[in-house]
């Protein structure tokens, strides 16, 4: 069983989704009980945006989280709900109210860790032809469903 840590170094901001239907308006508790059911000590995440743009806060902010495999001791996780089709399939089906909160989110974020880099879940996959680019069909998943590259663009983050 992990024991909570402190975070040394924030070297990444990893957005990510719960991987539930749009139908779906999980929370910090429904996923901490999913994450223990894993058998993590708690929620892995930091923070949770829910459906209706609430962010609800997971673990504590400077301890170590359990959301990247290799990368949880030198990031924080923001969980927005949602990024998966009534089929299952990966869907970017996030409500403005959340793409709103993600923004406000992100950036507090960013004046707390200036020198953090901001990206998605699936950007962490193995880069296997070292080109130094982790292109789609490196992806081991497609959390959080959308680029995360592009939305801080976008955004000016």
């Known amino acids: 069983m992990e024991l909570l840590q402190a975070r040394k170094?924030?070297?990444l901001i990893v957005v990510h989704c719960s991987a539930t239907g749009p139908g779906m308006?999980?929370?910090r508790a429904?996923?901490?009980r999913s994450h223990r059911q894993r058998g993590f000590v708690m929620i892995g995440y930091h923070f949770v945006i829910k459906r209706d743009?609430?962010?609800e806060i997971?673990?504590?902010?400077?301890v170590i989280g359990a959301h990247a495999e290799g990368f949880n001791a030198i990031s924080v996780a923001v969980c927005m709900v949602g990024g998966i089709s009534i089929t299952g399939k990966d869907e970017n089906n996030?409500?403005?109210a959340q793409w709103k909160s993600l923004h406000v989110q992100l950036s507090t974020l960013r004046r707390a860790y200036p020198s953090a880099r901001i990206l998605g879940h699936r950007d962490l996959s193995p880069d296997r032809n070292k080109d130094g680019v982790i292109?789609?069909?490196e992806r081991v998943k497609e959390c959080p469903s959308f680029d995360v590259a592009e939305f801080?663009?976008?955004y000016g983050l």
Do not use: L, N
């Open 58 to 62: 997971g673990r504590p902010q400077g």
């Open 94 to 96: 996030f409500t403005p």
């Open 135 to 137: 292109q789609p069909r």
């Open 53 to 55: 743009g609430t962010v």
């Open 152 to 154: 801080v663009k976008t």
């Open 25 to 27: 308006d999980w929370g």
């Open 9 to 11: 170094k924030t070297d």
């Open 30 to 32: 429904e996923i901490d």
